[in-house]
């Protein structure tokens, strides 16, 4: 086992600190035989060997800022986004920084989580760490909670790609798993991100989110993608994980590397958008906002 501190639940928030600083050193052990997401690089980060994510075994970040553009229910929310992602999705809307785990400056646990400190008092509710992908810098993110104070509400962000050993590290540490759920089938996922095998990890995650907190699942919507995507994660959802919060975002905007593909050269057009807003009504989605 992997952990000897592990909880079942949210970590009792006195104690999430003294597990987290445990649980970042074995994360970073890790680094030297990487598979903390699906890809299952196995290289040894530690030694200067990249992956698919190309991040070394030190985080940078490009953004640390409160933000009020997330869930109603989160925002403002103190907002940390760690450079670098497993994930190639080219309508990425942070691509240039989320793709590249060089971008933005070097983390330090201690100063990012003064800056939370400070958010915290100037009224933020939330701290979210996010990235790119923070699974990738799992190390960095355990110290950063070992940081913050014990009453902090702390939510993961994540694109669900995270494997076993980085969710048993996780376990207790966030209260929040805000999760993508991108894609309905394995073929878009492969074109538009360039992520074999999509579909059942992302699903693997989510349900063990659910079972060890507070889940929300978001699914941006994209142009051309209500049948193929949507549809398929509307109905696994409803049958999977009914009553989970479900964010169904409909701004979707042609960023970064969308003109590679036809489909994604616009905005969703109004009569898709309402289709997918009545499929998650008959399916009896729980939508959020
Ligand atoms: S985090 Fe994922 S993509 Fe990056 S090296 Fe590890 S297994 Fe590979």
Same mark, same amino acid.
């Given at each position: @086992?992997?952990?000897?501190?592990?909880?079942?639940?949210?970590?009792?928030?006195?104690?999430?600190?003294?597990?987290?600083?445990?649980?970042?050193? @074995?994360?970073?052990?890790?680094?030297?035989?990487?598979?903390?997401?699906?890809?299952?690089?196995?290289?040894?980060?530690?030694?200067?060997?990249?992956?698919?994510?190309?991040?070394?075994?030190?985080?940078?970040?490009?953004?640390?800022?409160?933000?009020?553009?997330?869930?109603?229910?989160?925002?403002?929310?103190?907002?940390?986004?760690?450079?670098?992602?497993?994930?190639?999705?080219?309508?990425?809307?942070?691509?240039?920084?989320?793709?590249?785990?060089?971008?933005?400056?070097?983390?330090?646990?201690?100063?990012?989580?003064?800056?939370?400190?400070?958010?915290?008092?100037?009224?933020?509710?939330?701290? @979210?760490?996010?990235?790119?992908?923070?699974?990738?810098?799992?190390?960095?993110?355990?110290?950063?909670?070992?940081?913050?104070?014990?009453?902090?509400?702390?939510?993961?962000?994540?694109?669900?790609?995270?494997?076993?050993?980085?969710?048993?590290?996780?376990?207790?540490?966030?209260?929040?798993?805000?999760?993508?759920?991108?894609?309905?089938?394995?073929?878009?996922?492969?074109?538009?991100?360039?992520?074999?095998?999509?579909?059942?990890?992302?699903?693997?995650?989510?349900?063990?989110?659910?079972?060890?907190?507070?889940?929300?699942?978001?699914?941006?919507?994209?142009?051309?993608?209500?049948?193929?995507?949507?549809?398929?994660?509307?109905?696994?959802?409803?049958?999977?994980?009914?009553?989970?919060?479900?964010?169904?975002?409909?701004?979707?905007?042609?960023?970064?590397?969308?003109?590679?593909?036809?489909?994604?050269?616009?905005?969703?057009?109004?009569?898709?958008?309402?289709?997918?807003?009545?499929?998650?009504?008959?399916?009896?989605?729980?939508?959020?906002?």
């Amino acid at each position: @086992m992997i952990c000897a501190e592990s909880v079942a639940t949210i970590c009792a928030p006195a104690k999430r600190a003294e597990v987290a600083a445990g649980r970042a050193r @074995m994360a970073r052990e890790l680094l030297a035989d990487c598979r903390l997401c699906a890809h299952d690089c196995g290289v040894n980060r530690l030694a200067g060997e990249t992956g698919l994510c190309h991040a070394g075994a030190e985080a940078r970040f490009f953004s640390a800022q409160i933000e009020v553009s997330d869930e109603l229910e989160l925002i403002p929310s103190f907002a940390v986004a760690l450079s670098g992602c497993d994930m190639r999705c080219d309508f990425c809307i942070t691509g240039a920084s989320s793709w590249n785990a060089r971008a933005g400056a070097g983390f330090s646990a201690v100063e990012m989580a003064a800056q939370a400190q400070a958010a915290l008092r100037a009224g933020a509710k939330t701290i @979210m760490v996010l990235g790119g992908e923070p699974t990738i810098h799992l190390p960095a993110a355990l110290e950063l909670v070992a940081q913050l104070p014990a009453t902090a509400k702390l939510i993961w962000k994540t694109n669900a790609h995270g494997a076993a050993s980085a969710r048993e590290l996780l376990e207790g540490m966030f209260d929040v798993w805000l999760a993508d759920f991108k894609f309905g089938n394995d073929e878009c996922a492969q074109r538009l991100a360039r992520t074999p095998d999509y579909v059942g990890v992302v699903q693997e995650n989510l349900l063990w989110a659910e079972a060890h907190g507070e889940l929300i699942v978001r699914h941006l919507l994209m142009p051309g993608h209500v049948d193929c995507c949507w549809r398929p994660v509307a109905h696994w959802l409803a049958e999977n994980l009914p009553g989970v919060k479900v964010n169904l975002r409909s701004g979707f905007w042609p960023a970064w590397h969308a003109a590679r593909h036809r489909e994604l050269a616009g905005t969703v057009p109004a009569a898709e958008s309402a289709r997918a807003f009545e499929l998650a009504q008959e399916l009896g989605l729980n939508l959020s906002s």
